[in-house]
């Protein structure tokens, strides 16, 4: 089963940039629909965007569309998010996550990573 690990997360005024990394290990990374979800204090884990296995196709969030986007470098092993225009409302918990279809529902995936944690300042 692959494992996975986020990195890449941080403190960040209102407006600026931060990729996050999820680096995948001891699976079959490319066979594998990847995502990412976020979840801040008191609220739901929800879909920021997903990948489908070949990379051809991507779902964003409409609370993100525009300004994150998704990406997957099958030779690294390494799912990406580069989030650009950060809000306050962005500040949550990011988590990297593997399954088999591509679906906005977190109970459908069943490899997750630890998180990391992002956070927008004014």
């Known amino acids: 089963q692959v494992q996975l690990v986020e990195s890449g997360g941080g403190l960040v005024q209102a407006g600026g940039s931060l990729r996050l990394s999820c680096e995948a290990s001891?699976?079959?990374?490319?066979?594998?629909?990847m995502g990412w979800f976020r979840q801040a204090p008191g609220k739901e884990r929800e879909i920021v965007a997903c990948i489908s296995s070949n990379g051809g196709s991507t779902y964003t969030a409409d609370s993100v569309k525009g300004r994150f986007t998704i990406s997957r470098d099958d030779s690294k092993s390494t799912l990406y998010l580069q989030m650009n225009s950060l809000k306050l409302d962005d500040t949550a918990v990011y988590y990297c996550?593997?399954?088999?279809?591509?679906?906005?529902?977190?109970?459908?995936?069943?490899?997750w990573g630890q998180g990391t944690q992002v956070t927008v300042s004014s």
């Open positions: 996550a593997a399954g088999k279809y591509m679906v906005a529902l977190p109970s459908w995936y069943d490899t």
């Open positions: 001891g699976g079959t990374f490319t066979n594998s629909v």
